[in-house]
């Protein structure tokens, strides 16, 4: 993996001795640590990538931490979402699968972010789109992880008129990555306790330089 150079599409986040940096257009991850990671915050503040963003060090686990095995299918949403929420996740899957495979993690990020400028969602409706997304995935014989999830629901939240909805975090224990929507008080969706464990990184107030 080449060495990360910061710019507008890198995102750092801060776990206690490490950094890890995210590119937002290949979706490469890397972790730095000691002289590496001094460095690297050095030459963020001469770079046109937003500040750092502090993690908050998850509860130590050693993997005790138990989840479902089954996931209960959601009721069947109306047919308007059905048929909305099939529609832009074939969506999502055909942008995940035609171009330059180097940058399919940026394409869906930039879908995922098509209503950043939109009013949030209420629980209710954010519920609902989020449900409606699941119950088209189970439909699908296709690999749809939590990227291609939330990226497809937060384009259905923004055909409804309403963004600012998806979030993208880290969590340690160990590092590891997250996708999901969040509704109007910045409250995971219809995701397992879990989710609150994760920081998000891409919140609209850390898309700021910090001052200098």
């Known amino acids: 993996m080449r060495h990360p150079v910061p710019d507008e599409h890198t995102r750092t986040a801060l776990t206690g001795e490490a950094g890890v940096i995210v590119n937002y257009r290949t979706g490469e991850t890397v972790v730095l640590t000691g002289g590496a990671l001094a460095r690297w915050l050095v030459s ?15 509860e ?27 529609t832009l996740l074939v969506t999502t899957l055909v942008v995940r ?9 940026g394409r869906l990020v930039r879908l995922a972010e098509t209503g950043k400028n939109l009013p949030p969602a209420s629980s209710e409706y954010a519920t609902l789109v989020v449900r409606s997304v699941r119950w088209a995935a189970r439909a699908l014989p296709a690999r749809i992880a939590c990227l291609e999830e939330s990226t497809a629901a937060a384009l259905l939240l923004a055909a409804g008129g309403r963004g600012r909805a998806w979030r993208h975090g880290i969590a340690t224990d160990p590092i590891r990555l997250h996708a999901w929507i969040c509704d109007m008080h910045g409250r995971p969706i219809e995701e397992p306790v879990q989710t609150g464990h994760y920081t998000p990184i891409n919140e609209p107030e850390f898309m700021w330089k910090r001052n200098r």
Do not use: D, I, K, Y
């Open 44 to 58: 963020l503040e001469s770079s046109a990538a937003p500040a750092p963003v502090p993690v908050r060090t998850s």
């Open 97 to 105: 699968q035609f171009g330059r495979r180097r940058t399919r993690f």
């Open 60 to 86: 130590l686990s050693w993997g005790t931490h138990e989840s479902p095995a089954r996931l209960e299918p959601p009721a069947p949403p109306p047919w308007p979402f059905r048929l909305a929420a099939m």
